[in-house]
């Protein structure tokens, strides 16, 4: 995969600092998901399915 042409990974620098902390600090997967969903709302619906997608 290559990212984009403007794709700088400094300006994602601290929300992976979180995502790590959260890793380390939350051992229940669902809580940690549920954590991480907020970050990244599509992870919210990674198991469910759109009827309405084409």
Known sequence: MT???DYDAQ???LVGR????LAKAVPDER???ELL???FP???K???RNI???
């Open 3 to 5: 990212p984009p042409d």
């Open 11 to 13: 300006d994602f620098e």
């Open 18 to 21: 979180y995502v790590e902390y």
């Open 31 to 33: 809580k940690l998901h």
């Open 37 to 39: 969903a907020r970050i």
């Open 42 to 44: 599509g992870w919210m």
């Open 46 to 48: 990674l198991h469910t």
């Open 52 to 54: 309405e997608s084409k």
